[in-house]
């Protein structure tokens, strides 16, 4: 074995226990502190023993200047996806790095090689999409030889992939035979049309069927990894823990991080704390597990359970203290951290000719100049770094996928509007507002002494049981009422993807008009009915809540954007003859003003 790889064999041990030391004082959920210190003393004990009898060096190179010691590598194989993430990349896809600036398999097989010499225990293989390149299998064959002690007296422990699971149940018998032993799958909802809307591809029942193959086939580990936001998927959390009853899997809830491009604000991020708080409303005995020292996640299990799941904190409680990992993307740049901007490139210093022992030197810097946490969550929204689905490229994805924010976007509009509009309409808010002063059926919305919009103060109000269903209507020619109706549209199933539409515009009304209350909707139901003698598409919203103020305008806002889908996807058949007409609310009750409906009338 080289000189370079035999530093700091027993410091290394003493910094992983004193770093796992530092992780306990870590506060956790867990209703006993008693119970909880002695489960951290015992796994102290037991991470010493371990490292202490077992016949592995960690080099210097992989240990930073707080005594973190990296022995887990995460190798981006492509940028390529055949995905769309909503939060991960935009729909057309993003640029593509030159082939010839990829690593080469033999580069991967040398880079891989020389850390496992410096101690690296575990490889995962991530993208892009890593199951997408044809060779694959040949790439975890080949770097399951340093398993055999080929890493220069070290051995590979495990080698792991990060998957959406697409097209890995045909790849699954070839990809055990050849060496790996964990799978990641990136799945976030078990609706199958929430996961078209997510994804903007078909394919959920794909991915859950190799979940299923990946448990029976008895690999190491099989882990779900779902990404929660708020809006979007945060009702199925406790559909994921149930998942857990009768499939041996982990599934892992991760804090929606902030990378560019993906239009991150805090409000769309779910804490780890409100998911749990959600979870131990639902079930009454949940155990925390006993985590393994640089474990990302906090495990825990229902009883009875053959399953587990756990909560990936990045965010809301980091977990910088005790990381062990760095990462080599699709073109060869290591970086230190995921959400560090800085970046040192081995495939040029490769290509120079640079030997091992000097890639090791560079390596061993980078890993010095590693800083002890990273930014926080507000200051990582602000500050550059790679999209995620560009973590395996170094390539810049286009500013002109930033939207500003709602609700900025109409304040900044508002100054656009001329000087005498402006005049005008003010004369007229103050003429209007004599004439409302003495009559009940005013304006709520509107400040009666200076004729300003304002939100109305409901605290007063009483918390009843209130409902509203609103309805509208999609006109369609035939050519694209026929494709409707038959599923045969190039986008995809129009009255699936409306439908969700409709819920997700539902849920986050008051993000969209400016005035709405922000209001906790107990359901929201949507359906979709084909008129074929009118070729339109009818649309129905009920929403119901148990609070101070009604839902009519989210039923209406429902049906607008399920509307706006409909046509959105079917102009490209042809906009003659197409409209959105007839939307306004059917029927309401709860609330002082009574129940109504539009019979009534």
């Known amino acids: 074995m080289n000189v370079f790889t035999r530093k700091l064999v027993n410091k290394n041990i003493l910094s992983h226990a004193s770093v796992y030391h530092h992780h306990c004082q870590k506060t956790i959920h867990d209703d ?37 010691g990296h022995d887990y590598l995460r190798i981006s194989l492509t940028e390529r996806c055949n995905l769309r993430c909503t939060y991960c990349m935009p729909e057309e896809g993003v640029p593509l ?30 993208g ?41 149940g045909r790849k699954m018998a070839d990809l055990k035979k050849a060496g790996l032993d964990c799978i990641n799958i990136s799945l976030d909802t078990l609706e199958p049309m929430k996961y078209e809307f997510i994804t903007r591809r078909r394919g959920w029942e794909r991915v859950m069927s190799a979940i299923k193959k990946a448990v029976d086939m008895n690999f190491q580990s099989v882990k779900i990894n779902c990404v929660v936001m708020n809006g979007l998927n945060e009702d199925e959390v406790c559909d994921f823990v149930k998942l857990t009853q009768d499939l041996n899997v982990d599934v892992r809830f991760i804090e929606y991080m902030p990378f560019d491009g993906n239009r991150w604000q805090e409000k769309k991020m779910v804490s780890y704390s ?53 990462r080599l993307t699709a073109d060869g740049n290591l970086k230190v951290c995921l959400f560090g901007n800085t970046e040192v490139s081995l495939r040029d210093e490769m290509r120079s000719g640079k030997s091992d022992e000097e890639l090791a030197e560079i390596i061993g810097g980078a890993v010095k100049r590693k800083k002890k946490q990273h930014a926080g969550m507000f200051n ?109 549209l190039k986008k995809g199933d129009v009255l699936t993807l409306s439908r969700v539409a409709a819920i997700m515009a539902t849920k986050r009304c008051s993000e969209l008009i400016p005035l709405c209350h922000q209001v906790p909707l107990t359901s ?10 009118s070729t339109s598409i009818l649309i129905r919203v009920t929403s119901r809540t148990t609070w101070n103020t009604g839902v009519e305008m989210e039923a209406l806002t429902g049906v607008s954007v399920a509307a706006l889908t409909i046509y959105d996807m079917c102009k490209s058949i042809g906009h003659s003859g197409m409209k959105i007409c007839e939307i306004e609310v059917v029927s309401k009750s709860g609330g002082k003003s009574g129940d109504y409906r539009k019979s009534d009338e």
């Open 380 to 488: 990582l929204a602000n500050q550059k770094n790679r999209p995620m689905i560009l973590i395996a490229t170094n390539n810049p994805l286009s500013k002109q996928h930033h939207v500003p924010s709602t609700i900025s976007s109409i304040y900044a509009n508002q100054q656009l509007l001329r000087h005498n509009d402006h005049q005008h309409h003010r004369h007229f808010y103050h003429h209007s507002c004599r004439h409302l002063a003495n009559d009940q059926r005013h304006l709520t919305h509107v400040d009666r002494a200076t004729g300003r919009a304002a939100m109305v103060d409901v605290g007063e109000k009483s918390i009843t049981r209130r409902t509203a269903t609103a309805s509208g209507r999609v006109q369609l020619n035939r050519a694209a009422f026929d494709a409707v109706k038959s599923n045969t």
């Open 32 to 68: 006993s502190t008693v119970q909880s210190s002695k489960l951290k003393t015992n796994k102290l004990k037991t991470l010493k023993s371990k490292l202490a009898q077992d016949d592995y060096h960690l080099s210097d190179f992989l240990v930073d200047n707080y005594s973190r």
């Open 274 to 326: 409100t998911m749990m708080q959600n979870i131990t409303t639902h079930f009454t005995d949940v155990q925390k597990l006993n985590d393994h020292p640089n474990d990302t996640s906090k495990g825990y299990r229902i009883p009875g359970y053959v399953g587990q799941f756990g909560f990936i904190t990045s965010m809301s409680e980091h977990f910088c203290s005790t990381c062990n990992r760095v």
């Open 128 to 168: 892009g999409e890593p199951l997408i390149r044809r060779d694959f299998v040949d790439i975890v064959a080949s770097l399951n030889t340093l398993k055999d002690g080929n890493g220069g007296g070290n051995k590979l422990d495990t080698i792991g992939v990060t998957t959406n699971g697409i097209v890995l």
């Open 524 to 533: 929201v139901e949507c359906h979709l009915a084909l008129d074929d003698v």
């Open 97 to 126: 790095t030159a082939k010839d600036r990829l690593l080469s398999n033999d580069e991967i097989f040398r880079i891989s090689k020389l850390f496992v010499q410096q101690g690296v225990r575990k490889i995962r293989l991530t």
